[in-house]
């Protein structure tokens, strides 16, 4: 079999089994199992390939054919332009989140605190949290685009967790992000570098509480009885812990965002995704509180609100 005819025969095998973006799955999948590039592919059409490759090929193809996505098939997806090891214990990081990276980034920019690319300007130190970590793409590429923060990454799976930290380890940001396994955020008390580093024990006083300048999270919030509408790719493959926030979908924010308050400091910034229909549930949260101010809502490509951004006021 030559380049042509694996590609010719990929694309019809997922057309029939009426996979999405059929043209774009079989290229990267032939691309993994040749390990080449598509300039390299379409370059070489005659090219025969071997065996192996082939049959590494064919297994790939029938594997998306029945269901598991791309990414978990190659092992990786590009978030905020860094390439991410992905893999079923974590979520596919998603392009909306991006907006997460955007806001935050757009807020600490508004202070005058300079970004990656921004070079000659003295840098500020800065900690930073991300709930519900999953891959580690935010507070990878938080770590990445702030060279002088210091990242909290929480999350409750410890499968996931271990993806999060080779990222981390990949873009060489493991030195300043700090893995803990809890609910939401609940062990950052016992984190507090300040006073003896991650194992210490839980904070005896709220002084005690490292302060945050910014929090960002992607939480899940996918209601349980909507399982039956995600496409099955997202519902049987990619890890529940990471889609479903309980039986509406939008029971982890009340929790979230209260926990945030009492760690932020005066003007921290708290940014979050939000669900397709849970923006005005969330809007609700801050406005019943007093200690937010510059709530905000940004929307999406597809003009969803997606993201909500506010800052503490102590
Ligand atoms: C929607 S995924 C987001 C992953 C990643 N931040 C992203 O944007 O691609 C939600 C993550 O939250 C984690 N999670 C679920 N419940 C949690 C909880 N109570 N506390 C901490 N993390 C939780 C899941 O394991 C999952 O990794």
């Not at 390299?40 to 297994?59: G, L, N």
Request: glycine share 6%.
């Amino acid at each position: 079999m030559d380049i042509r005819a694996a590609l010719k025969e990929g694309m019809a095998q997922l057309r029939a089994a009426q996979v999405p973006s059929h043209t774009l799955a079989t290229e990267l999948l032939l691309m993994h199992a040749l390990g080449r590039d598509r300039a390299w592919m379409y370059s070489h059409p005659e090219e025969s390939i071997d065996p192996t490759a082939a049959e590494r090929f064919v297994a790939l193809i029938a594997r998306r054919a029945a269901g598991e996505p791309v990414q978990y098939l190659t092992g990786k997806q590009e978030f905020w332009g860094l390439e991410f090891e992905v893999t079923p214990d974590v979520l596919i990081p998603r392009p909306e989140t991006e907006h997460i990276m955007e806001v935050a980034l757009a807020r600490l920019g508004e202070r005058g605190i300079k970004i990656h690319m921004d070079t000659g300007a003295p840098r500020e130190s800065l900690r930073v949290a991300d709930v519900g970590t999953g891959s580690g793409c935010l507070a990878v590429a938080l770590a990445w685009e702030l060279p002088h923060a210091e990242v909290f990454a929480t999350d409750i799976s410890a499968p996931a967790l271990e993806v999060a930290r080779r990222n981390a380890a990949r873009h060489k940001v493991a030195d300043r992000i700090h893995f803990l396994q809890c609910d939401l955020l609940t062990a950052i008390e016992s984190a507090n570098p300040a006073r003896g580093g991650a194992r210490h024990a839980v904070a005896a006083s709220t002084q005690d509480r490292p302060q945050f300048d910014l929090m960002v999270s992607n939480p899940p919030y996918i209601a349980r009885n909507k399982a039956g509408q995600l496409q099955r790719e997202v519902r049987d493959h990619e890890p529940h812990a990471a889609l479903f926030g309980g039986p509406t979908g939008i029971e982890m924010y009340q929790r979230l965002i209260d926990q945030a308050r009492d760690l932020l400091r005066d003007r921290g910034i708290l940014v979050l995704e939000l669900g397709h229909d849970s923006a005005e549930h969330v809007r609700g949260i801050f406005d019943a509180q007093a200690e937010w101010t510059k709530v905000a809502i940004t929307m999406d490509l597809a003009g969803i609100p997606r993201v909500l951004a506010a800052e503490c006021v102590r």
